[in-house]
């Protein structure tokens, strides 16, 4: 276990969070409900078939465990559903068949105050995880849009927080704007300082250093860079650099010496979905860094994202990280 992820079960332990876990049917999903009641920094809510949880023999008995297609909460759910969305056509008789999903029926957990987060996707696709969050919970108020971050932690690495980064967008934002990219800089500075603790150091990444390459990509960059700072001043945001140039010191004392964030980035942004996804696995497995996400920023309540490939230890890892958005949000 790292020091980053210590950090998280720590800081989840003070104020302990209501997280809710839709995958019930997923073993992995109901061993890392064990290692997170076990370590006791979040209370849980599993969905699922109480029969069927019971015989996987894992000891889950200080969670929830509800089963959405027998819950009395059904109308309530529905009624709530088919108002959120009567704007787009959703009766209630089709709000009852969406309701019928863990991953709508967690969401409304999450939207009716019975769970402080979510955490799904380890046997669910990353868009049918996000579509009812971005359909019932929407953004948090004043933010654009809804972006992914990862926390990457590099071992033996000085670069960046004592080797900790924040990488967006890896998992979301496939192709953004300038504008676009603009506000995923200032929300993932934003969730560094409310999850990190630490001043962000901004990077818009290219493949260019302060004009060293003239195109329409570095060009966006550039404008990027411009409408961040205009939005959030305070941050110390800087662009366009290079990767070597964002996070080694002597190279960006050489490319970019008037950068007052060259050499010094902990958060790093790509300029689209390619690089960012390319990026943060390239870290992962030639660095053997640890990887954290994709996570969601944004949403005005957390909801979290797995890989399909995730284990046990991976979801606790998340669900930590989860009481920390949500103890964020409530500070906001």
């Not at 409900?33 to 894992?58: C, F, M, N």
């Not at 769970?115 to 654009?144: E, F, H, W």
């Not at 660095?287 to 490939?309: C, K, W």
Request: glycine fraction near 8%; include cysteine; charge should be negative.
């Amino acid at each position: 276990m790292t020091r980053f992820l210590d950090s998280m079960i720590a800081q989840a332990k003070t104020d302990k969070k209501t997280i809710v876990l839709p995958e019930g049917n997923d073993i992995r999903t109901l061993e890392a409900a064990k290692i997170v009641l076990d370590q006791g920094y979040a209370s849980l809510i599993i969905l699922g078939d109480p029969t069927e949880i019971e015989q996987s023999g894992i000891d889950i008995a200080d969670a929830t465990v509800i089963n959405p297609k027998t819950s009395e909460l059904r109308d309530e759910f529905a009624g709530k559903l088919a108002e959120l969305r009567a704007h787009k056509g959703v009766t209630l008789e089709k709000a009852y068949s969406l309701i019928d999903s863990v991953l709508y029926f967690g969401v409304m957990m999450v939207k009716t105050g019975r769970a402080d987060g979510m955490v799904a996707g380890a046997c669910n696709a990353t868009g049918d995880v996000l579509r009812p969050s971005l359909q019932i919970l929407r953004t948090q108020p004043g933010v654009k849009l809804v972006s992914s971050y990862f926390v990457m932690v590099v071992p033996d690495c000085t670069f960046g927080e004592n080797g900790t980064f924040l990488f967006s967008d890896c998992g979301l934002e496939v192709q953004p704007d300038a504008e676009r990219l603009a506000h995923i800089s200032v929300n993932s500075a934003k969730t560094w300082k409310s999850i990190i603790g630490t001043e962000p150091i901004v990077a818009m990444l290219s493949h260019s250093s302060y004009g060293s390459a003239k195109n329409d990509e570095t060009a966006k960059v550039v404008e990027a860079t411009r409408i961040a700072k205009e939005l959030a001043p305070e941050i110390l945001l800087d662009g366009e650099l290079q990767l070597d140039a964002a996070i080694v010191p002597e190279v960006g004392a050489s490319k970019a010496p008037e950068s007052p964030v060259a050499g010094k980035a902990n958060v790093l942004i790509f300029p689209d979905l390619d690089a960012g996804n390319i990026g943060y696995k390239l870290v992962q497995r030639l660095a053997h860094a640890e990887a954290y996400g994709p996570l969601t920023q944004g949403l005005a309540a957390p909801v979290n994202d797995l890989s399909r490939g995730c284990s046990a230890a991976d979801i606790a890892g998340v669900i930590a990280i989860t009481c920390v958005q949500a103890q964020a949000r409530d500070k906001e």
